[in-house]
T-cell receptor, first 113, second 116 residues
């Protein structure tokens, strides 16, 4: 089976812009979670989608949003980018039903200038 | 509030030695404890996981020891190899009541260097 794929792998944006990141889960996985990884804060949970519905949300401002499509692919959007949004954004997929085992993609490296 | 505390931050081990990484948690509702391995430029890869009804789980050279009463768990890497040099993260999760959602809470990570 193919693993979790994320596009793009690298992105450079300027403050105030918005960005959309994409994640394709492992085939058959219905849950997609997003995490932000920074050297200072480590890995932090953003939100989780299951069957096109946001099922759980972490402590991030409303500038961070996401959605999931009927084929389980997910997108994450960050509006009005700030310098502090520079991070590795990781997507993880799981079965979603008693599916606590999460498999991560390679991440999207976002740099905000 | 850091719910999973991981130590040490960095670890240097001789090839063939034992690497030990420790984690402690606060939330007694946690019921699933995975360890992830991350190489530079890659996403975290699941290494091994344990549930609190088991005190130890072994997979190859990797062993998780779990102490429920102390709310601590640790990763032991036997016969450490240079290829094991990576950052290791412990994590914990619990099923969010009514939602069926699992949210991973991670430790800060341990950078392991195995020297020849």
């Amino acid at each position: 089976k193919a693993g979790v794929t994320q596009t793009p792998r690298y992105l450079i944006k300027t403050r105030g812009q918005q960005v959309t990141l994409s994640c394709s889960p492992i085939s058959g996985h219905r849950s997609v979670s997003w995490y932000q990884q920074t050297p200072g804060q480590g890995l932090q949970f953003l939100f989780e989608y299951f069957s096109e519905t946001q099922r759980n949300k972490g402590n991030f401002p409303g500038r961070f949003s996401g959605r999931q499509f009927s084929n389980s692919r997910s997108e994450m959007n960050v509006s009005t980018l700030e310098l502090g949004d520079s991070a590795l954004y990781l997507c993880a997929s799981s079965l979603g039903v008693r599916g606590e085992t999460q498999y991560f993609g390679p991440g999207t490296r976002l740099l905000v200038l | 509030q850091q719910q999973v505390k991981q130590s040490p931050q960095s670890l240097i081990v001789q090839k063939g030695g034992i690497s030990i990484i420790n984690c402690a948690y606060e939330n007694t509702a946690f019921d699933y404890f995975p360890w992830y391995q991350q190489f530079p430029g890659k996403g975290p890869a699941l290494l091994i996981a344990i549930r609190p009804d088991v005190s130890e789980k072994k997979e190859g050279r990797f062993t998780i020891s779990f102490n429920k009463s102390a709310k601590q768990f640790s990763l032991h890497i036997m016969d450490s190899q240079p290829g094991d040099s990576a950052t290791y993260f412990c994590a914990a999760s619990t099923r969010r009541s009514g939602a069926g959602s699992y949210q991973l809470t991670f430790g800060k990570g341990t950078k392991l260097s195995v020297i020849p």
